[in-house]
């Protein structure tokens, strides 16, 4: 089975840190791995005529994001970049080498690397240790 997630968070997906379910938006099943690579495309298209940045794996993840999604951390005294994400997984982990899409690694923009330890939730807009 192939599923693939919409999420919105301060992390990229990549990282599945934990907790990391809880910033998924949109989720939808699939049983062919070309129908769910369709709809990730389709997504992707989507996603990328809305925000000026993105970062794409050939593991079938990409972040985008707008500068303007930022939260402060008080805790890291900094601004923390929050992203909108899609996922490709197959049987809920990341898709295996023979799947990998190599056309898909690509890059707008840059994003400053996160050093903070903190999640930010994002409803209550407060850091949680």
Same mark, same amino acid.
């Given at each position: 089975?192939?599923?693939?997630?919409?999420?919105?968070?301060?992390?990229?997906?990549?990282?599945?840190?934990?907790?990391?379910?809880?910033?998924? $938006?949109?989720?939808?099943?699939?049983?062919?791995?070309?129908?769910?690579?369709?709809?990730?495309?389709?997504?992707?298209?989507?996603?990328?005529?809305?925000?000026?940045?993105?970062?794409?794996?050939?593991?079938?993840?990409?972040?985008?994001?707008?500068?303007?999604?930022?939260?402060? %951390?008080?805790? %890291?005294?900094?601004?923390?970049?929050?992203?909108?994400?899609? $996922?490709?997984?197959?049987?809920?982990?990341?898709?295996?080498?023979?799947?990998?899409?190599?056309?898909?690694?690509?890059?707008?923009?840059?994003?400053?690397?996160?050093? %903070?330890?903190?999640?930010?939730?994002?409803?209550?807009?407060?850091?949680?240790?």
């Amino acid at each position: 089975m192939y599923r693939v997630i919409e999420m919105y968070g301060d992390c990229e997906p990549w990282w599945f840190l934990e907790g990391w379910e809880e910033d998924i $938006v949109s989720s939808r099943k699939f049983e062919d791995y070309y129908q769910a690579l369709k709809y990730y495309k389709q997504k992707w298209l989507e996603l990328n005529e809305h925000f000026p940045s993105y970062k794409s794996r050939s593991d079938l993840m990409t972040i985008f994001w707008d500068t303007k999604e930022k939260e402060w %951390c008080e805790d %890291c005294s900094e601004d923390v970049q929050f992203f909108h994400s899609i $996922v490709l997984l197959e049987d809920e982990h990341k898709i295996p080498k023979s799947k990998l899409r190599p056309g898909y690694e690509k890059e707008r923009g840059s994003r400053k690397h996160r050093s %903070c330890q903190y999640t930010l939730d994002s409803k209550k807009g407060t850091t949680l240790s």
